[in-house]
């Protein structure tokens, strides 16, 4: 498997009033495609706006990043919710990213589910079709990017959305393909070479290697980079150099 172009998605606009969180700024040119957190997980409206309007000066794809309503969670902590309530807080916070893109003369490119919400929907069929449904719903040809080879991917496919497969650069994963918990000490991948070259085999071979040591097959569309990691910008201009390398075309999904 050769793939000649990949994505480089980033979570931004996590800040939320006098908190502050990530390097948005920094961050913004080296990549090519933005998840903006809408208000639940983290986010306000002077943040989603100033996150749109860095995004569009510098040519990034500006993407809905909707969350459970988990502030003090920050996302990451399951909820027991139903397939209709997802549709409806996906579609709620897709829309205000979308009023915002809209108002600064861009579009809502894609959607992609944060945090909890995301690992749930990934093995849950109910789920999965909530933020299906609503990515229908905003129709305009918005996006949908997904966990490659999970339940998402497959229901999205099934209702005709364009469907964009993600992996992770610096996150381990199961046999069965899935994210590794973030609570086994070796969820993340904290050095740089190994990330990196995770990512050369995830899009070059369509390969990684499991927590097992076993080999799973994954599609690469476009590869998240956690942007609230301090190191964040010196790993994502090494990404972007090995791909280069690697004749690997870098632009937006």
């Known amino acids: 498997m050769t793939v ?3 994505d480089l998605n980033a979570d ?4 939320f009033g006098a908190w502050h969180m990530g390097s948005d700024e920094a961050l913004m040119p080296w990549i090519t495609s933005a998840n903006i957190a809408c208000g639940f997980h983290a ?7 100033a996150t749109v309007g860095l995004a569009l000066r510098h040519g990034v794809a500006i993407g809905a990043h909707p969350g459970l309503p988990d502030l003090q969670g920050f996302g ?7 397939e209709e309530e997802v ?14 893109a809209d108002a600064a003369g861009g579009r809502l490119h894609h959607l992609k589910a944060h945090g909890a919400l995301y690992n ?31 339940i998402m991917e497959t229901l999205a496919r099934e209702a005709g959305l364009i469907v964009r497969c993600e992996v992770f650069a610096d996150r381990r994963y199961m046999p069965d393909g899935s994210l590794s918990p973030r609570t086994r000490p070796d969820a993340l991948i904290t050095d740089e070479s190994e990330s990196v070259a995770q990512v050369l085999s995830m899009v070059g071979q369509g390969t990684l290697v499991a927590v097992d040591g ?23 201009q090494a990404l972007r150099q090995a791909l280069s390398r690697a004749s690997v075309q870098i632009k937006p999904a």
């Open 4 to 6: 000649h172009s990949i």
């Open 12 to 15: 931004m606009g996590e800040s």
């Open 43 to 49: 986010g306000d409206p002077g943040t989603i706006a």
């Open 76 to 82: 990451r902590r399951s909820m027991q919710v139903t």
């Open 87 to 100: 549709y409806q807080m996906a579609l709620y916070q897709a829309g205000a990213v979308r009023a915002f």
């Open 120 to 150: 749930m929907a990934a093995k849950d069929a109910a789920l999965s079709r909530g933020l299906v449904r609503a990515v229908k719903a905003l129709g305009d040809e918005v996006q949908i990017y997904v966990l490659a080879g999970s």
């Open 214 to 236: 076993t080999t799973v097959k994954v599609q690469a569309d476009t590869v998240c980079i956690h942007g609230d990691k301090p190191t964040a910008v010196p790993f994502v």
